[in-house]
């Protein structure tokens, strides 16, 4: 099996590239070997790869920035994953592409379906959900909607806040806003799983947009404070404890893009359809620690 991954410097395309090493040939790419802002590039590094399937974690993903930098966002994450789209039609493979919470506007009092009615509230949001729609127009698609990434590589939240309790004496954070930390090696493992099953059954017929998270929820206040117990636990030096973070209000930290207040996305139709069980957001963070400190 020959698997063309885009973004492999990024969170989610390093634990996939890892992860999907088992299945065959990956052929993993940065923004040196593929550029997505160039179609005509992608149309033809796909023509000379011929490419099994297609597995798009690449992303515009800089939140803030994309309010002024909107081209460049729309660019890479809504008309890169219809040219990827287009070519995966034209060679009748499957491709899996991945979105995001900020489709939504985070006003919903439960966690989101795959069904709820979409409503962006930013730029990032809304040009991810118009590379959803491209998506969505040929029929072999899994579109895998995930919120609050973080990994042992990259940049993430829970690698700021290690940062930051080493540096500073106290810390201010949001605490009104709820989701659920997923890491990119949960992400890797699913999408194996999902691999492997389309190429093991000639009629499946799963295809579409799924949630996926890890299990139960939290607010970004309270995984600060996990986060600061947990490297304290394992013998970080640090300028102070979690009683030293505080909890505020999304309006005292404004920002240029609107965050979803709820980023809670429930991942029932995932785990039925797949036949999976997903860890626990706090097992997760711990591992990915322990392999920071090792």
Same mark, same amino acid.
């Given at each position: ?15 996939? #590239? ?78 899996? #592409? ?10 919903? #009092? ?185």
């Amino acid at each position: 099996m020959k698997i063309l991954l885009t973004g492999k410097d990024g969170q989610l395309g390093f634990a996939l #590239h890892k992860k999907l090493a088992s299945l065959g040939e990956v052929i993993a790419t940065n923004r040196d070997m593929l550029d997505l802002i160039d179609p005509q590039a992608i149309r033809a590094f796909i023509d000379q790869t011929q490419p099994d399937i297609i597995i798009n974690p690449a992303a515009y993903t800089q939140v803030d920035k994309a309010e002024s930098e909107n081209l460049l966002a729309h660019q890479i994450n809504a008309e890169a994953p219809q040219v990827l789209t287009d070519k995966a039609s034209e060679l009748n493979i499957p491709i899996i #592409h991945f979105s995001t919470d900020y489709v939504f506007d985070g006003l919903k #009092h439960e966690p989101y379906l795959e069904i709820d009615k979409v409503n962006p509230q930013s730029v990032y949001g809304q040009t991810k959900w118009q590379g959803e729609e491209a998506v969505r127009q040929y029929k072999k698609h899994i579109i895998l909607r995930t919120s609050w990434v973080f990994s042992s590589h990259g940049q993430n939240f829970l690698k700021t806040i290690m940062k930051l309790i080493q540096e500073k004496t106290s810390l201010n954070v949001v605490s009104d806003q709820i989701g659920t930390p997923t890491s990119s090696e949960a992400l890797a493992d699913v999408t194996y799983h999902i691999v492997k099953t389309i190429f093991n059954d000639p009629n499946f017929k799963d295809f579409g947009t799924y949630h996926m998270t890890l299990d139960n929820e939290t607010n970004w206040y309270r995984y600060a404070c996990f986060i600061t117990d947990e490297t304290k636990r394992l013998g970080l030096q640090t300028l102070m404890t979690s009683k030293d973070i505080k909890p505020i209000l999304s309006d005292a930290y404004p920002t240029l893009a609107k965050r979803p207040m709820n980023s809670r996305l429930d991942s029932t139709k995932i785990k039925k359809t797949f036949m999976l069980e997903l860890p626990h957001w706090e097992e997760e963070v711990k591992r990915i620690l322990k392999v920071l400190f090792h």
